[in-house]
């Protein structure tokens, strides 16, 4: 079973940057599918980008351009740089875990860690 612990949320201004860090444990990080997902308050939980072994990616539209997921499979970690970062940005963002490729039967989620972009 994968752990996953999320880092490197906080306060940002608008305009600024941040670099999300989900990194996994317990299991053979390759294997999966990694998504990063948030929800604002009182919003539904969405997907932001996800990231394949092969290095697939998918993205939201409110975030394509500014957004980029990454993963490094020797660190068993997964990563979101998001730039230009825009106050409907604000959200607790979760990494999570799918798989293991091709399969969908396992889901695990983060903790969350909360991005505010506030001036």
């Known amino acids: 079973q994968v752990q996953l612990v999320e880092s490197g949320g906080g306060l940002v201004q608008p305009g600024g940057s941040l670099k999300l860090s989900c990194a996994a444990s317990?299991?053979?990080?390759?294997?999966?599918?990694m998504a990063w997902y948030r929800q604002a308050p009182g919003q539904q939980r969405e997907l932001v980008a996800a990231?394949?072994?092969?290095?697939?990616?998918n993205y939201a539209d409110s975030v394509k351009g500014r957004f980029t997921i990454s993963r490094d499979n020797a660190k068993s970690t997964v990563y979101l740089q998001m730039n230009s970062l825009k106050p409907e940005d604000t959200a607790v963002y979760y990494c999570?875990?799918?798989?293991?490729?091709?399969?969908?039967?396992?889901?695990?989620w983060g903790q969350g860690t909360l991005v505010t972009v506030s001036s």
């Open positions: 999570k875990a799918v798989g293991p490729e091709p399969y969908t039967y396992v889901e695990v």
């Open positions: 990231i394949t072994n092969a290095r697939n990616t």
């Open positions: 317990g299991s053979i990080f390759r294997m999966y599918t």
